[in-house]
């Protein structure tokens, strides 16, 4: 299931670590992910995990700024 949030919201979906499917609208203020997708975690704080978009921690990076 689709799901969008700001892109400033601190999860997976919109850290640039996350390696799943991510789809942000052309100025950049929201993501859309799949809420269903577990996908790597690259280098960031649960390292080769299989993540939800919705999950997160501090170590969070963020992708897509707003223009
Ligand atoms: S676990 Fe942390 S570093 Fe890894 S993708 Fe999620 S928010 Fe980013």
């Given at each position: 299931m689709k799901n969008k949030i700001p892109s400033?919201?601190?999860n997976c979906a919109t850290?640039?670590?996350?390696?799943g499917w991510k789809n942000p609208d052309a100025f950049c203020n929201f993501v859309e992910y799949d809420m269903n997708e577990k996908a790597r975690c690259a280098g960031?704080?649960?390292?080769?995990a299989k993540m939800n978009g919705q999950q997160s921690c501090s170590k969070w990076t963020q992708q897509f700024f707003r223009k």
């Open positions: 400033n919201w601190k850290c640039s670590r996350w390696c960031g704080g649960f390292n080769n």
